[in-house]
């Protein structure tokens, strides 16, 4: 895409924590015989990703419902 440099950080910042989250569903299947639950990485995704952005970008405050709708 053709972002500025800090729009490009926080698209991998968001694929990093979405690739994270499988990584996790995928331990959970195969070590805790777990089931795949697709809501629950999309969830756990989201979130993760707003925290990580929010304190890494303390002068920009957007809430978890502003991030839900427009990640960017």
């Not at 639950?37 to 405050?61: C, F, M, R």
């Amino acid at each position: 895409m053709n972002l500025n440099k800090k729009s490009n950080v926080l698209w991998l910042g968001v694929w990093i924590t979405i690739l994270w989250e499988i990584w996790v569903q995928r331990n959970k299947i195969i070590f805790n015989n777990g089931i795949v639950d697709e809501v629950e990485i999309l969830s756990l995704a989201q979130l993760k990703g707003w925290l990580s952005t929010k304190y890494k970008n303390p002068e920009h405050y957007f809430s978890l419902a502003e991030w839900l709708v427009c990640p960017l």
